[in-house]
């Protein structure tokens, strides 16, 4: 299976993103991984949220393939523990060609990307920045793969 995940606009931390490659590099040895970043919209001060989530939203289903399995990373997603998140990565694993994970931008998803979405996960109830959400999420998906082979990353 291969992941991806799919985001809007360059990870402008320094720090976030040595965290990000070093997260990518290790995911690399227990699957096909890589990040796919969408360009940010430049001038948007002069449209709504709603247009900037819609053309958001359509550079976003360009990248998505027809039999991808779509995961939208939204605060109202399912919640799990990092062990019931390696068996949810598991079952897709068995399932999916491609799982696809999807961060939006600041004002989140446009309809059409909700209506294309497989599902949705939360990865907390509190509120991280776009640029952070980036590090947590590759960081929970290499826990995953250890957790999943056995290794001793996670503490339980």
């Not at 990373?73 to 949810?88: C, I, M, P, V």
Request: some cysteine; overall charge positive.
């Amino acid at each position: 299976m291969k992941t991806i995940l799919l985001l809007v606009g360059k990870t402008q931390n320094k720090i976030f993103r040595e965290g990000i490659d070093d997260y990518t590099n290790r995911i690399k040895h227990y699957m096909p991984f890589s990040i796919t970043a969408i360009p940010e919209l430049k001038n948007t001060k002069n449209i709504t949220e709603e247009q900037q989530k819609q053309r958001e939203g359509e550079l976003i289903l360009r990248e998505i393939q027809p039999a991808d399995t779509v995961v939208l990373l939204d605060e109202h997603g399912s919640e799990f523990t990092s062990l019931k998140y390696a068996d949810w990565l598991t079952q897709k694993q068995n399932t999916a060609r491609r799982l696809v994970f999807v961060i939006g931008g600041p004002y989140g998803f446009s309809q059409d990307v909700y209506a294309r979405a497989n599902e949705k996960i939360s990865l907390s109830r509190m509120t991280f920045s776009h640029q952070m959400v980036r590090l947590i999420f590759t960081e929970q998906l290499y826990r995953a793969c250890t957790i999943i082979k056995g290794e001793p990353y996670h503490h339980e």
